[in-house]
């Protein structure tokens, strides 16, 4: 199947920046559409973002629309989130995604394990 891992994630201060990378491998995922949720402590786990296999098409939640940008490179296998002038409340354990669309978490099949984001005040 799909294997994903994510990385990226770490502590930074209000206004700063994060890449994450999600770098999938197994079945090539070249074909499937990917994509990102977040979960903080306490919380449910929530949709940020997510981009057709073609990157033609993209959806964002609107806590993150007009700030993050998701793209792909598919000759890397890689998906990524651009996460500038971040805030305090994007503190949460990120999640890459595979299959699937939209902005229901059963929709995709594969998840990675998780990189955390902390972003202080």
């Known amino acids: 199947q799909v294997q994903l891992v994510e990385s990226g994630g770490g502590l930074v201060q209000a206004g700063g920046s994060l890449r994450l990378s999600c770098a999938a491998s197994?079945?090539?995922?070249?074909?499937?559409?990917m994509g990102w949720f977040r979960q903080a402590p306490g919380k449910e786990r929530e949709f940020v973002s997510a981009?057709?296999?073609?990157?033609?098409?993209?959806l964002y939640a609107d806590s993150v629309k007009g700030r993050f940008t998701i793209s792909r490179d598919n000759a890397k296998n890689t998906v990524y989130l651009q996460m500038p002038n971040l805030k305090p409340e994007d503190t949460a354990v990120y999640y890459c995604?595979?299959?699937?669309?939209?902005?229901?978490?059963?929709?995709?099949?594969?998840w990675g394990q998780g990189t955390q984001v902390t972003v202080s005040s």
């Open positions: 197994g079945r090539t995922p070249s074909d499937d559409n």
């Open positions: 995604v595979a299959g699937g669309w939209g902005l229901i978490t059963t929709n995709y099949g594969y």
């Open positions: 981009i057709k296999w073609n990157g033609g098409s993209t």
